[in-house]
């Protein structure tokens, strides 16, 4: 589990001075956003279309209302 979370960019002990609330945007951003992908498959469309929709429509509201 400790590897995992290692590999996780909000889990760091450099970061400590970062909010919880900070912390679980990150974790938002991780899971529905993730890497960028590319390529020409349905899936793949898919999930360009869901990673715009949550970085360019969820997200900037949930930023705003902090």
């Known amino acids: 589990m400790q590897t995992i979370l290692r590999k996780l960019p909000w889990f ?3 970061d400590s001075f ?6 679980f945007l ?4 991780f899971i529905f956003i993730g890497a960028k992908v590319e390529g020409n498959s349905g ?3 898919l999930m360009k279309i869901k990673a715009n929709y949550f970085e ?5 509201v949930l930023e705003e209302r902090r």
């Open 18 to 23: 970062m909010t919880y609330e900070q912390q």
């Open 43 to 45: 899936f793949i469309n």
């Open 26 to 29: 990150d974790a938002l951003k």
């Open 56 to 60: 360019k429509g969820v997200f900037p």
């Open 12 to 14: 760091s002990k450099q």
